[in-house]
């Protein structure tokens, strides 16, 4: 589903990225996480192409992406940002409908399928009750929750989401977290960034980690989050328990 081959990004003479090569298949989550300032952001926009980066390829479902142009692009590929500030209030509903702009046809503009998928995705995130609200006068929270209906709505193979949960409530982002689960179950590849490495051990069937522009780890979450691997992470020594089927990562206090 995807390829990397390579990746290299420079900020002026600052090597951002060093010599990255991942590969992931779809119906699989995969989670990525590393310490603040690792270069987790400019992975993804290199792969999303907001970034320039040379001597490397990537490439999804073997389609390089440096020979599409962006509504191509768009059809195979979906984004949630950390932070979103809309500067003009569309609804809810219009913003998630934007997601369906890659499929739209000439001058024929939305179809009623497109409308379909929208209220499909703005059920599944459990924002009816906001949809018709600006998104000016909404929380970071929800403008969050819409930001991820809208990637859903867009129906792309894969979705990257830079921190989705990052802004919600408990609650909310465990949801988020099954949703994507579920996504990745019904066929699709999802990467989504988590500061919170127990997200990652309860939902992501594999994961990614990236310490100083390099891959640290990669492979099945359980194998590879570790006390020794937080501990090289985070500088801090940490528990990790097993409650039940699961394990919980804790501090030592």
């Known amino acids: 589903m995807l390829e990397i ?3 290299n990004f420079y900020y002026g003479d600052n090597h951002i990225l ?4 991942f590969s992931a298949e779809s119906c699989s989550l995969w989670g990525l996480m590393g310490p603040n300032g690792s270069g987790k952001t400019t992975f993804f926009k290199c792969i999303l192409g907001l970034l320039k980066h040379t001597g490397s390829q990537i490439k999804i479902n073997n389609i390089d992406l ?18 979103h500030k809309p500067p003009f209030p569309f609804t809810v509903r219009e913003i998630v409908l934007m997601g369906r702009s890659p499929h739209m046809g000439g001058i ?13 995705a703005i059920d599944m995130v459990d924002i009816a009750d906001i949809a018709d609200k600006p998104v000016t006068a909404l929380s970071g929270g929800q403008r969050q929750l819409t930001l991820i209906a809208r990637s859903i709505a867009q129906n ?6 830079d921190e989705p949960t990052s802004a919600l409530d408990f609650n909310n982002q465990i949801n988020i977290w099954k949703i994507l689960k579920k996504l990745a ?27 100083n522009g390099e891959i640290l780890a990669s492979g099945k979450t359980e194998d ?17 328990l097993n409650n039940g089927s699961n394990k919980i990562i804790q501090p030592v206090l």
Request: one cysteine or more; a positive charge; glycine letters at 4%.
């Open 108 to 120: 024929f503009g939305l179809k009623k399928e497109d409308y379909n998928e929208a209220e499909k």
């Open 5 to 7: 081959k390579n990746l």
């Open 156 to 161: 792309s193979p894969v979705m990257i989401l």
């Open 224 to 240: 590879i989050i570790t006390n020794r691997l937080l501990k090289e992470i985070y500088g801090s020594e940490y528990n990790i």
């Open 18 to 21: 060093k010599n990255i090569s």
């Open 185 to 211: 179950e019904s066929g699709k590849l999802i990467i989504a960034c988590s500061h919170d490495p127990n997200h990652l051990l309860w939902f992501a069937e594999n994961t990614l980690v990236i310490k």
């Open 66 to 83: 440096k020979k599409i142009n962006t509504p191509k692009l768009a059809k195979l590929i979906s984004y949630v940002p950390q932070e």
